[in-house]
């Protein structure tokens, strides 16, 4: 695939001057965070990550990181392929133990998007008992609210409510490694923020009260 667009091919020569011996693959990858974290154009985004998975198939984190912009531009499916090749991979070149760079916790959300709630929560379930890091609340919290969600949508009540109790208390017993530090005050602030929203959750799926998924917007947390 040839790009043909100026600012792309621009950022592209801005890198490769500064880092002239780098293979060409990993300067379209820094080419796509640019474009992904600092200016937040997600076309520009899709189209470097393209060219550096086009460049290296072989190599994990240009997998990963497409299906993360993928994700964004709501590709759900286009998401599961590129989540699909790190898996085939075996995520070599990832840390599937930190949540940013599990490839599994990224799929739940693909799947949730494409509204395939069961298989998302099975690759929620598996997501977590891999993921050991999760550096701050939010994120896990999250996780769980959005696993519960998937649960809740296929009716599977208990589930659900084990989800959104892990949710409420988390980070809880089983959730990250003894060296994954969080800052209490941050914590007590997170879960001042989002507790009351996911004991609602809580009490509808107590009560057996049904959710609809159009009403629920469930995207990973992204660094």
């Keep these: 695939m040839a790009i043909k667009d100026e600012k792309l091919l621009a950022k592209f020569a801005e890198y490769r001057s500064q880092f002239p011996s780098e293979h060409e693959d990993y300067v379209w990858a820094a080419v796509a965070e640019y474009f992904s974290t600092v200016v937040s154009d997600g076309a520009r985004a899709l189209a470097a990550w393209h ?9 994990s984190p240009h997998h990963l990181g497409h299906a993360k912009a993928l994700i964004q531009a709501h590709k759900w499916m286009q998401a599961v392929a590129e989540l699909d090749a790190c898996a085939e991979l075996e995520c070599v070149g990832l840390e599937p133990e930190r949540f940013e760079q599990n490839d599994l916790y990224l799929l739940g959300y693909a799947l949730f ?24 609340a939010e994120p896990l919290k999250q996780f769980h609210l959005h696993r519960g969600w998937a649960h809740h949508l296929e009716r599977n009540f208990l589930e659900a409510i084990d989800a959104y109790k892990r949710a409420l208390v988390a980070p809880g017993p089983g959730d990250t490694d003894f060296d994954d530090a969080m800052d209490a005050d941050e914590v007590e602030v997170c879960q001042e923020r989002l507790n009351p929203t996911i004991e609602r959750y809580y009490e509808l799926a107590s009560a057996g009260e049904l959710l609809e998924a159009g009403e629920l917007k469930a995207m990973p947390y992204i660094r």
């Design 51 to 59: 060219k550096a998975c086009t460049l290296n198939k072989e190599w």
């Design 113 to 136: 998007g494409a509204c395939r709630f069961k298989e998302a929560a099975e690759a929620w379930r598996a997501a977590g008992n891999r993921i050991r890091y999760w550096g701050d």
